[in-house]
Nanobody, 115 residues
Framework: QVQLVESGGGLVQAGGSLRLSCAAS????????MGWYRQAPGKQRELVAT???????NYVDSVKGRFTISRDSAKNTVFLQMNSLNPEDTAVYYC?????????WGQGTQVTVSS
């Protein structure tokens, strides 16, 4: 059993910032990738940012230069610093973990950006 506990979502005005956190616990061994996906109403879930165990980072083009993903490997925690938010960033953000025992998803945290 794996638990992914997300925090940091909320309501913010356009141009503002939020910082998401996701702490993983439970049956975890050999993490390959941690990251964030998001799903806006009426749209498919999309990758936002990922970070591998080796430190390789990937961002969707729409957040490059505004979002920064980081991790605390000792605590199995991943962060997403989101700056210069705009209404198009409004979505439910899901934490993602891929490890030896397979993929896991968080319950999601709502991010709402008002114009």
């Amino acid at each position: 059993q794996v638990q992914l506990v997300e925090s940091g979502g909320g309501l913010v005005q356009a141009g503002g910032s939020l910082r998401l956190s996701c702490a993983a616990s439970g049956r975890i061994l050999r993490i390959n990738v941690m990251g964030w996906y998001r799903q806006a109403p009426g749209k498919q879930r999309e990758l936002v940012a990922t970070i591998t165990s080796g430190g390789s980072i990937n961002y969707v083009d729409s957040v490059k230069g505004r979002f920064t993903i980081s991790r605390d490997s000792a605590k199995n925690t991943v962060f997403l610093q989101m700056n210069s938010l705009n209404p198009e960033d409004t979505a439910v953000y899901y934490c993602y973990l891929d490890q030896l025992f397979g993929p896991n998803w968080g319950q999601g945290t709502q991010v709402t950006v008002s114009s």
